[in-house]
């Protein structure tokens, strides 16, 4: 089956420092590769997306890219903010199927520093 | 107002004792699934359901069980044979024929074993 591996696990960076994390993955099937954001006692929530038939998509501070040869994924935000601690969590979908299974990786506890 | 939700929110449960976890979702979603959140590892996979009627074990489905009567509910039954179950529990929903996977997660169960 699909294994994702995340790092790094803790992240501390100052207001207004980019933030980098990574993810890679095992099936070249998968095609789908979500972000998703856990703030302390909440539910996960999207913040970010991208499909294999592309390289890059940003939305405002959030970037991600895809690698698909070397089968890695990374999560950028620049210009953080305090309100951006929270764990982050990558994803990929199970060999390339519709339905939505997802495997996720083990979690990056991002501190912003004021 | 469209969601998912969980109930209870908290959850004690003695040694021995079976639990069942609710979750709920109007979304109008097929698929729906199951996720154990301990810390840094990530969410990992109990079950999952792509249609009512029909599911399937996760990653870690040992000492779980599950039905799938209605489209809108998905419990969960904690058994006596898991080992270890304290743990935060996260039901999530998606509409697989949609080409974006989304998962929308409940707010989840914290599930304490006395």
């Known amino acids: 089956g699909e294994n994702v591996e995340q790092h790094p696990s803790t992240l501390s960076v100052q207001e207004g420092d980019s933030a980098v994390i990574k993810c890679t993955y095992s099936d070249s099937a998968s095609n789908y590769f979500p972000w998703y954001k856990q703030e302390l006692g909440k539910r996960p929530q999207l913040i970010i997306d991208?499909?294999?038939?592309?390289g890059e998509k940003k939305d405002q501070r959030i970037a991600v890219t895809l690698n698909k040869t070397a089968k890695h994924f990374s999560l950028h935000i620049t210009e953080t903010q305090p309100e951006d601690s929270a764990v982050y969590f990558c994803a990929a979908n199970a060999g390339g199927t519709s339905y939505g299974k997802l495997t996720f990786g083990q979690g990056t506890i991002l501190t912003v520093h004021p | 107002d469209g969601g998912i939700t969980q109930s209870p929110k908290y959850l004690f449960r003695k040694e021995g004792q079976n639990v069942t976890l609710s979750c709920e979702q109007n979304?109008?979603?097929?698929?729906m699934y199951w996720y154990r959140q301990d810390p840094g590892q990530g969410l990992r996979l109990i079950y999952y359901?792509?249609?009512?009627?029909?599911?399937q074990k996760g990653d870690i489905a040992e000492g779980y069980s599950v039905s799938r009567e209605k489209k809108e509910s998905f419990p969960l039954t904690v058994t006596s044979a898991q080992k270890n179950p304290t743990a935060f529990y996260l039901c999530?929903?998606?509409?697989?024929?949609?080409?974006?996977?989304?998962?929308?997660f409940g707010p989840g169960t914290r599930l304490t074993v006395l």
């Open positions: 999530a929903s998606s509409s697989p024929g949609q080409a974006r996977n989304e998962q929308f």
């Open positions: 359901s792509q249609i009512v009627n029909d599911f």
């Open positions: 979304l109008n979603h097929d698929a």
């Open positions: 991208i499909r294999s038939n592309v």
